[in-house]
């Protein structure tokens, strides 16, 4: 295989946005509820399900025995 160092012609994306075409925007998934401080927060997910809630726990959890195993 042979590398050449030419410099490449640029050329328009394939498959972009045409002129006209709707672009629909999803409402926001994530919110940081009120009350939250620097060490503290709470969030609302919406039409989120049970592996995201799995996920998060399981990491949380994973944190936190860490942590009281260097206590003991």
Known sequence: M??????????DAAGGAEAGEEIVV???RLRLLPGSSDTAASFAFERED??????????IMKKYAAVTETRI
């Not at 049970?50 to 990491?59: D, K, Q, S, V």
Request: negative net charge; proline residues 0%; hydrophobic residues 30%.
């Open 2 to 11: 042979a590398q050449t160092d030419a410099d490449q012609e640029l050329r």
């Open 26 to 28: 999803e409402k926001q």
């Open 50 to 59: 049970h592996t995201l809630g799995n996920a998060l726990r399981y990491m």
